[in-house]
C-alpha cells in the first residue's frame, strides 16, 4: 500500500502501459484519475479498478490541447482538492518513413500529442504541486529519447523533448519538493507494439528487433509500471531529473 489515498492521474490510462499502471497503483491504494481520448477504453480501465474494489474515475482529455489539460487539472481540484502523483503518459507511434519523406502534418501530430502534452501536462500540474507543497510527476520517454531511432524523426525528437523538459522542470522545482523523472522503455508489448502484427507486416523484423537487446526479449508493460511506481515512492526521495532506462540493456 505504497500510495494509499495518493490522488494519482494517468494520462494514456485506456491502454497498454497506462491502464497497467492505473490498476497496479490503485492496487497500491492510490486515487485514480484514468485520463485518455479514448472514453471506451478509458471507462474499461476504471471498471477493471472498481471491481477489484480501487478507487477510480475516468476524464476524457485530449492532451495535446493546452485547454483540455488545463480543465483536466480544474477538475482534478474542485473533486480532490490536490493532485500527488501525474503520469504523463500518453503517446503515439507516428508513421514509419525516412526523413526526406516524413509528412509535416504527421511531424507536428506526433510532437504534439508525444512532445507539447508533456509540456502542458507539468505546466498545470507544478501549480497544484506548488500549493500542497510537493508532488511527484513521471513522463514516459522511451529509448527513443536517448538514441536515434531510423525512420521515426518525429517520434525520436518528440521523445528527446520529454527528456529535456523533464530534466529542465526537475531542476527548477527540485527546491519545492516536486520530484520529476522519465521512464524510457524499450519495445514493450502492447497495442502500441505488437510484435506478431508487426512480424506478418514485416516478416522477421522482431526476431530482428529482439536480438538487438541484451536480455533477448521484449518488455511487458508492468515491468515498466515497476520503474513508474518505484520512481513514484519513498524509495526514490533523492532522485529527479532521471531519464530512466527500462530496456534489457540495449542502451548500455
Ligand atoms: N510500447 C512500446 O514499445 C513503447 C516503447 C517506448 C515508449 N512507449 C511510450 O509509452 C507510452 C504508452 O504507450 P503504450 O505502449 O501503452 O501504447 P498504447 O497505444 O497502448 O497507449 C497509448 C494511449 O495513449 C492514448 N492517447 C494517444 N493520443 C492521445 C491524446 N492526444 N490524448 C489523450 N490520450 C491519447 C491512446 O488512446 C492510448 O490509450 C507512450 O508515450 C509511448 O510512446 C511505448
Redesign the pocket.
Given at each position: 500500500m505504497r500510495f494509499k489515498n495518493k490522488i494519482t492521474l494517468i494520462?494514456?490510462?485506456?491502454?497498454?502501459?497506462?491502464?497497467?499502471a492505473a490498476l497496479a497503483f490503485a492496487k497500491e491504494g492510490a486515487i485514480i484519475v484514468a485520463?485518455?481520448?479514448?472514453d471506451q477504453?478509458?471507462k474499461e480501465t476504471v471498471e477493471q479498478i472498481v471491481s477489484k474494489k480501487g478507487q477510480a474515475t475516468f476524464i476524457k482529455?485530449?492532451?495535446?490541447?493546452y485547454e483540455?489539460v488545463k480543465k483536466l487539472m480544474q477538475q482534478i481540484h474542485e473533486e480532490f482538492g490536490r493532485l500527488d502523483i501525474a503520469i504523463n503518459?500518453?503517446?503515439?507511434?507516428g508513421v514509419i518513413a525516412r526523413t526526406k519523406d516524413y509528412p509535416e502534418d504527421d511531424w507536428d501530430k506526433v510532437m504534439?500529442?508525444?512532445a507539447s502534452?508533456v509540456f502542458y501536462g507539468m505546466k498545470a500540474q507544478i501549480p497544484m504541486m506548488l500549493e500542497q507543497g510537493g508532488g511527484v510527476i513521471v513522463n514516459?520517454?522511451?529509448?527513443?529519447g536517448l538514441k536515434g531511432l531510423p525512420n521515426s524523426i518525429a517520434?525520436t525528437a518528440s521523445?528527446h523533448a520529454v527528456i529535456g523538459a523533464t530534466r529542465t522542470a526537475a531542476m527548477e522545482y527540485g527546491r519545492n519538493n516536486i520530484r520529476i523523472n522519465a521512464i524510457?522503455?524499450?519495445?514493450?508489448?502492447?497495442?502500441?507494439?505488437d510484435p506478431d502484427a508487426l512480424d506478418k507486416m514485416a516478416q522477421g523484423i522482431p526476431d530482428k528487433l529482439k536480438a538487438n537487446v541484451p536480455m533477448k526479449r521484449?518488455?511487458k508493460?508492468e515491468e515498466?509500471v515497476g520503474a513508474m511506481m518505484w520512481l513514484c515512492s519513498d524509495q526514490a526521495s533523492f532522485v529527479t531529473g532521471l531519464a530512466l532506462p527500462v530496456d534489457g540493456g540495449l542502451t548500455a
Open positions: 494520462t494514456g490510462a485506456a491502454s497498454g502501459i497506462g491502464r497497467s485520463s485518455d481520448r479514448n477504453g478509458g482529455t485530449d492532451v495535446s490541447k483540455e503518459n500518453a503517446g503515439i507511434n504534439s500529442i508525444n502534452s514516459t520517454a522511451s529509448i527513443a517520434y521523445k524510457c522503455p524499450v519495445f514493450t508489448v502492447s497495442p502500441m507494439f521484449f518488455a508493460v515498466q
